[in-house]
């Protein structure tokens, strides 16, 4: 065991991986020298050379494009967008080429990408670098999309998505990137929990509470102080978000009744809305209650003055709690 | 260096005679480092108007502007803004173009041409407003005929590329102009600008500021020839200019705005220059950036070479110099005071202005954050950052 700070565990991973497989290339902007804006690939390139860990021309598209070649060569390529808000240029080869082309060649031809992306807000940045652009990837067939909560989880998932035959979209929470913990680094990833499946991180009786990436944390402290009003709550990290693991949520809904939904991305055709969907359809005779989601609201990601105000917080998750729970809230005296 | 592009890009081989291409790939200078005037025989036409006192103002500029981006800095240190990133060096770049500009030109920018927003006569408190986190952007882009910065790397191209379609329907004479880096001329973006905007022939100018690094990464990097030859390809003619020296940018930038207007289509401008600061003030350079290469390009310095050429045209006075510091003296408090007197945004400001005309589905969510907010009964105080955790 070694304690460890999130960027530094998914360091290690991609260190693993890139000694356990020759054909494990790093592709990105500034991910060599730098060792990246967040020095998550830091030290790679001096120890592992400029044709493993390529510092690429500023083209995401071309990265994303080449990285679909190299897989055609027979090679793993891990690619790194440098904020979430700069994939777009990629997203036609993200969402026509990589996540097609197992599907469009019949199997012939695997395509064992995983692109890496820190998401999310929460650190004061400009435009453009606290976005959460998940739905948009989950919402495309063939792209396996996970994220992580804390830095074992990130270290472990990481290994298993590069020597995944799928893409892999790997949303790495970047508010949680100098947060520490506990990662053991002998621990074997084919042997750990598999990255598609969710997780129970604390177990409850009176409410299901799911949330993913950087919002694990705070749903774990919601839960905490819930429990010091009598509440008790069940908090799932949902880890994958394609394709979701429904059983767990749904053996979890199926004890307590009701379930909240929590993530930073906008309301509107976000993943809490599919989650909610198909819970209600498979538990509709358990739940006493409709689910509740707390999210960002639907609006471009605001200045950073104000990103806490958009952001759920520990507060707003436990209101959507009193909500799922009929217990008195902020829309109270409302109808519907 | 040998690639001469008279008669590349359509229209412009028959007026070749007029505007000269930098044959040969040498800078364009009228400027040494220690100051000295050199003549020209293509480009001193394009600056013969400029007088002893046009030149003492735009050695004022730079000094500002300089002051400005080194007071925003310390604003940033001193946790007043969020970032900032530093046009360190590349005054000369900003102020020879800018101040190049009809005000009815329309400018398309990156993020760091501050001295650009200057001359278009930005506010300074606005200058600081996205900074400081306080809004998505600082000024309304038609009060000064300027889009506001573009973070994406080379969208912008794009828009001026567009802005010039219309121009050219309207029949106007105006010109945009866009700004961008030597990063941006690998993104597809600003490669299909180009293309547009030579298969168009549109009045656009691609003014790239070669400041030799994209964050961590060499120009080398992004281009095995000189960026001011990618042009040829697409059929634009390029200028290749010192971009520390004030008086050749100006004068190339003069070049391609009269091609524009005289219906000649697009110019790419690559000004050589040197960002000497960190990329923003997240940035580190010294992690992958040698000492020499900076002290290499101190030595050009923009402001010490107009400095220079003041004083041996004898007009680089005392009076000159105090009064020159007095302005950039002013000119940073006014920003520095506006900066720490911005009041804070409203929490309900985030759903304004989402869609031009109000949605009864963003009302409501609006609706039920207020009354979340009430709950508290202090809505300032009802959120704090650890409610964000
Ligand atoms: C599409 C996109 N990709 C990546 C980034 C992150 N980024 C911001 S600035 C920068 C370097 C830009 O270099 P250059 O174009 O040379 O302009 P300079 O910053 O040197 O003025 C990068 C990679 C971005 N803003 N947009």
């Given at each position: 065991?070694?304690?460890?700070?999130?960027?530094?565990?998914?360091?290690?991973?991609?260190r693993?991986?890139l000694e356990?497989?020759?054909?494990?290339?790093?592709?990105?902007?500034?991910?060599?020298?730098l060792?990246?804006?967040?020095?998550?690939?830091?030290?790679?390139q001096?120890d592992?050379?400029?044709?493993r860990?390529?510092?690429?021309?500023?083209?995401?598209?071309?990265?994303v494009?080449?990285?679909?070649g190299?897989a055609?060569?027979?090679y793993?390529?891990?690619v790194?967008?440098?904020?979430?808000?700069?994939?777009?240029?990629a997203f036609?080869?993200?969402?026509?080429?990589v996540?097609?082309?197992?599907?469009?060649?019949?199997?012939?031809?695997k395509?064992p990408?995983?692109?890496?992306?820190?998401?999310?807000?929460?650190?004061g940045?400009?435009?453009?670098?606290?976005?959460?652009?998940?739905?948009?990837?989950?919402?495309t067939?063939?792209?396996r999309v996970v994220t992580v909560?804390?830095?074992?989880d990130?270290?472990t998932v990481?290994?298993?998505?590069?020597?995944?035959?799928?893409?892999?979209?790997y949303?790495?929470?970047?508010?949680?990137?100098?947060?520490?913990g506990?990662?053991?680094?002998?621990l074997?990833p084919?042997?750990a929990?598999?990255m598609?499946r969710?997780?129970v991180?604390?177990?409850?009786?009176?409410?299901?509470?799911?949330?993913?990436g950087p919002l694990?944390?705070?749903?774990?402290?919601a839960a905490s102080?819930?429990?010091d009003e009598?509440i008790?709550?069940?908090v799932?990290?949902l880890?994958?978000l394609?394709p979701?693991?429904?059983d767990?949520?749904?053996?979890?809904?199926?004890?307590?009744g009701?379930l909240v939904?929590?993530?930073?991305?906008?309301q509107s055709?976000?993943?809490?809305a599919?989650?909610?969907?198909?819970?209600?359809?498979?538990?509709?005779?358990?739940l006493?209650?409709?689910p509740?989601?707390v999210?960002g609201?639907?609006?471009?990601?605001?200045?950073?003055?104000?990103?806490m105000?958009?952001?759920?917080?520990?507060?707003?998750?436990?209101?959507?709690?009193?909500?799922?729970?009929?217990?008195p809230?902020s829309l109270?005296?409302?109808?519907? | 260096?040998s690639t001469?592009?008279?008669?590349?890009?359509?229209?412009?081989?028959s007026?070749?005679?007029?505007?000269?291409?930098g044959?040969?790939r040498?800078l364009?200078?009228?400027?040494?480092?220690?100051?000295?005037?050199?003549?020209?025989p293509?480009?001193?036409?394009w600056?013969r108007?400029i007088?002893?006192?046009?030149?003492?103002?735009?050695?004022e500029?730079?000094?500002?502007i300089?002051?400005?981006?080194?007071e925003?800095?310390?604003?940033?240190r001193?946790?007043?803004?969020g970032?900032?990133?530093p046009?360190?060096?590349?005054?000369a770049a900003?102020?020879?173009?800018?101040?190049?500009?009809?005000?009815?030109?329309?400018?398309?920018?990156s993020?760091?041409?501050?001295?650009?927003?200057?001359?278009?006569?930005v506010d300074?408190?606005?200058l600081?407003?996205?900074?400081r986190?306080?809004?998505?952007?600082?000024w309304?882009?038609?009060t000064?005929n300027?889009a506001t910065?573009?973070?994406?790397?080379?969208?912008q191209t794009?828009?001026?590329?567009?802005?010039a379609m219309?121009?050219?329907?309207?029949?106007?004479?105006?010109?945009?102009v866009t700004y961008?880096?030597d990063?941006a001329?690998?993104?597809?973006?600003?490669?299909?600008?180009?293309?547009?905007?030579a298969?168009?022939?549109?009045?656009?100018?691609?003014?790239c500021?070669?400041?030799?690094w994209?964050i961590?990464?060499?120009v080398?990097?992004q281009s095995?020839?000189?960026?001011?030859?990618?042009?040829?390809?697409?059929?634009?003619?390029?200028?290749?200019?010192?971009?520390?020296?004030?008086?050749?940018?100006?004068?190339?930038?003069?070049?391609?705005?009269d091609?524009?207007?005289?219906?000649?289509?697009?110019?790419?401008?690559?000004?050589v220059s040197y960002?000497?600061?960190?990329?923003?003030?997240?940035?580190?350079?010294?992690?992958y950036?040698d000492a020499n290469?900076l002290e290499d390009?101190a030595?050009?310095?923009?402001i010490?070479?107009?400095?220079?050429?003041?004083?041996?045209?004898?007009l680089?006075?005392?009076e000159?110099?105090?009064?020159?510091?007095?302005?950039?003296?002013?000119?940073?408090h006014e920003m520095r005071t506006?900066c720490?007197?911005?009041p804070?945004p409203?929490p309900l400001?985030?759903?304004k202005?989402?869609?031009?005309?109000p949605?009864?589905?963003l009302?409501?969510?609006?609706d039920?954050?207020a009354?979340?907010?009430a709950?508290?009964?202090?809505?300032?105080?009802?959120v704090?950052?650890?409610g964000?955790r």
């Open positions: 065991m070694t304690q460890m700070t999130f960027a530094r565990a998914i360091n290690a991973g991609l693993k991986s356990n497989d020759p054909k494990v290339v790093l592709l990105g902007e500034d991910i060599g020298t060792g990246g804006v967040f020095r998550v690939t830091d030290g790679l001096k592992f050379g400029t044709h860990v390529v510092d690429t021309p500023l083209a995401e598209s071309a990265i494009g080449t990285a679909v190299l055609y060569r027979g793993r390529p891990v790194e967008i440098q904020f979430d808000g700069f994939v777009y240029p036609d080869q993200i969402v026509s080429q996540a097609k082309i197992h599907y469009r060649t019949r199997g012939a031809v395509m990408i995983t692109i890496r992306i820190p998401f999310g807000g929460g650190i940045s400009p435009e453009h670098h606290s976005e959460s652009p998940e739905a948009y990837f989950t919402h067939s063939g792209l909560a804390d830095p074992q990130a270290y990481i290994q298993q998505a590069i020597s995944c035959d799928d893409p892999v979209l949303f790495e929470p970047k508010r949680r990137y100098h947060d520490k506990e990662v053991d680094e002998a074997d084919a042997a929990e598999p598609g969710a997780r991180l604390a177990t409850g009786t009176d409410v299901t509470l799911v949330a993913y694990v944390k705070t749903a774990l402290d102080a819930a429990a009598g008790s709550i069940e799932i990290d880890r994958s394609a979701v693991d429904y767990t949520v749904v053996a979890s809904v199926r004890r307590t009701h939904i929590t993530h930073e991305a906008g055709g976000g993943l809490g599919e989650v909610a969907a198909s819970i209600t359809e498979r538990c509709f005779y358990y006493e209650a409709p509740v989601r999210t609201f639907d609006i471009p990601y605001p200045y950073s003055k104000l990103e105000h958009h952001l759920p917080g520990l507060d707003r998750i436990l209101d959507g709690v009193d909500r799922a729970l009929g217990r809230n109270s005296g409302l109808e519907g | 260096m001469d592009q008279t008669g590349q890009g359509g229209s412009t081989a007026t070749s005679a007029r505007y000269p291409h044959q040969g040498d364009v200078q009228l400027v040494t480092p220690s100051g000295e005037r050199v003549s020209h293509e480009f001193d036409y600056v108007d007088t002893d006192e046009q030149l003492c103002s735009l050695y500029d730079m000094t500002v300089r002051r400005i981006d080194v925003a800095t310390a604003l940033q001193q946790g007043e803004l970032l900032w990133p046009l360190l060096g590349q005054e900003q102020i020879g173009s800018g101040r190049a500009l009809r005000s009815d030109d329309f400018v398309f920018s993020y760091r041409e501050n001295g650009v927003a200057y001359c278009r006569g300074l408190t606005d600081v407003r996205v900074w986190g306080n809004a998505s952007s600082g309304d882009p038609y000064v300027m910065p573009q973070i994406i790397i080379g969208a794009l828009h001026a590329t567009g802005y219309g121009i050219q329907n309207d029949g106007a004479d105006s010109v945009a961008f880096g990063g001329t690998s993104e597809g973006d600003v490669n299909e600008a180009m293309v547009f905007a298969s168009f022939q549109v009045p656009v100018v691609f003014f500021t070669n400041n030799h994209a961590s990464e060499p080398r990097l095995h020839i000189q960026l001011a030859d990618r042009a040829a390809g697409f059929g634009i003619p390029s200028l290749r200019v010192d971009g520390n020296d004030v008086l050749a940018v100006m004068a190339a930038t003069r070049v391609a705005l091609r524009a207007r005289r219906g000649g289509g697009p110019t790419f401008i690559e000004a960002r000497m600061g960190p990329h923003t003030t997240a940035d580190d350079p010294t992690r950036r290469e390009w030595a050009k310095d923009p010490s070479r107009i400095a220079a050429l003041l004083d041996r045209k004898g680089l006075t005392e000159l110099q105090q009064q020159v510091k007095d302005k950039a003296d002013a000119v940073a506006g720490t007197t911005m804070d409203e400001d985030v759903f202005h989402v869609y031009s005309t949605n009864s589905w009302d409501r969510q609006q039920h954050y009354r979340y907010l709950s508290f009964g202090d809505p300032a105080g009802a704090s950052e650890e964000a």
